[in-house]
């Protein structure tokens, strides 16, 4: 009997290499969720006919072959509060789906053909949207995508691909948004992600061919970012985004970007709060925080990882005054790549001054990883160590050039007795 109540209430035909729908005989009125995924179901023609499904509450039908959705089809279904249709084919939905006042989970991520959706600012319990990875250029009777967000005061997900910089400063310039979103401006992208860190609110803007011309209005409360592609006017990162309002940016990704010479000015206020920070293919790159003006305290107070890659400009990756005063959670350096770069924490011209021995303490550096730097003379100076307590993996490979690691490594204890020196297998270095 519970088994005959359950059938009733649920319909499971995933993957089942399905062509249509099931027919109207399975369709029964206490129906409540619907699975239909991973099918190869091409449309939802206009003459079938089904019963209302007042109960119906879940409808998923990502990874299919839908071209087509018949206009009246959601007027049987109205009390819906899931929809997926990911992952096919589709290039317009039905008018019918703006009178789902009951949806409150949209979901068309990767539709790549879809071009027109009715408008939303009826759904007004829409509490998640996806649609990232579509064609969809404009929502009708709503000027952007950006102005149809804002009708949705209910929303809290959202991922979204915007067509141009004004969308993206409409976006910006709301008071009130989701508490994930995830902004892609351009060619969708596969993000490259950190484990180590939690982002819940990011912008990806890949403009490759597009010059930017005026700066880059970010949302305040931006997690994450990463810029691809674009060609800038200003030398430095900081010239072309609007970062002064920007106070909580964790990760930033800068890549194929000609043009910067550096990343940050030296009172960019996000360098206090970034964690992650990946800089690839910058052939003009030249420094990562400008000198016109001393570091502000607390510049990289909170840097966890930096990644270079194919940088041919840059000679050398820190300052030392930052490495003293500052980078004490930072776990792992990893350069590769870089064709100029002769040493790790900047030479006495460009950092400190002192004829004395000077220990820069890392604390909390588990992962030193240089690859393919035919000029790297050092890491630091003769007269300089590196103090690395928590160091458990150097990598270096083809660096010819390099002859000396004057790394200070932790003492072990053997017993709870005397102190010995660490044997050579700790930590581990691979050559």
């Known amino acids: 009997m519970a088994l005959d109540i359950t059938r009733e209430r649920f319909l499971v035909r995933a993957g089942k290499q399905l062509k249509k729908l099931p027919y109207k005989e399975e369709w029964g009125e206490d129906l409540e969720k619907v699975s239909l995924i991973r099918n190869s179901i091409s449309k939802i023609p206009q003459n079938m006919q089904y019963p209302k499904c007042q109960k119906l509450t879940t409808l998923l039908l990502s990874n299919n072959s839908l071209r087509e959705i018949s206009e009246s089809f959601f007027e049987y279904i109205p009390n819906l509060k899931i929809l997926d249709l990911s992952k096919n084919l589709i290039q317009k939905l039905p008018n019918s789906i703006s009178n789902l006042k009951k949806l409150t989970t ?109 700066s880059i209005i970010l949302p305040s409360d931006i997690q994450g970012l990463r810029l691809r592609g674009c060609e800038c006017n200003g030398s430095s990162f900081s010239d072309i985004i609007g970062s002064e309002g920007v106070t909580d940016l964790k990760k930033c990704t800068v890549d194929s970007c000609n043009g910067l010479e550096s990343i940050f000015s030296s009172r960019c206020a996000s360098l206090q709060t970034i964690e992650i920070l990946l800089l690839e293919y910058l052939w003009n790159f030249k420094i990562i925080v400008g000198e016109s003006m001393p570091p502000e305290p607390g510049t990289f107070s909170n840097l966890q990882s930096i990644y270079i890659r194919g940088c041919a400009k840059l000679k050398n990756l820190f300052s030392a005054k930052w490495v003293l005063q500052n980078l004490h959670n930072l776990e792992e350096i990893y350069v590769w790549g870089c064709e100029e770069m002769e040493e790790i924490i900047a030479s006495e ?10 220990m820069f303490t890392l604390p909390k550096l588990k992962k030193l990883k240089l690859s393919y730097l035919p000029e790297l003379k050092s890491i630091c100076r003769t007269n300089e160590v590196m103090d690395c307590d928590s160091l458990q993996q150097i990598v270096i490979l083809d660096c010819p050039k390099l002859k000396r690691i004057p790394l200070h490594l932790p003492l072990l204890e053997l017993d709870n007795s005397q102190p010995s020196p660490p044997p050579s297998t700790f930590p581990q270095v691979l050559r």
């Open 106 to 214: 949209l979901l068309l991520c990767d539709c790549m053909a879809l071009e027109n959706v009715p408008s939303l600012s009826k759904l007004q319990v829409l509490k998640k949207l996806n649609l990232a990875g579509t064609l969809m250029k404009k929502i009708p009777q709503a000027t952007s995508r950006a102005e149809e967000m804002k009708t949705l005061n209910k929303l809290e997900v959202l991922e979204v691909c915007f067509n141009d910089m004004h969308d993206l400063s409409v976006y910006a310039a709301q008071r009130k948004r989701p508490n994930d979103y995830n902004i892609f401006l351009g060619r969708n992208l596969m993000e490259i992600g950190f484990d180590s860190v939690e982002i819940s609110k990011s912008v990806t803007i890949n403009c490759f061919n597009v010059k930017i011309k005026n």
């Open 349 to 358: 011209k460009e950092g400190i001054s002192t004829d004395n021995n000077v």
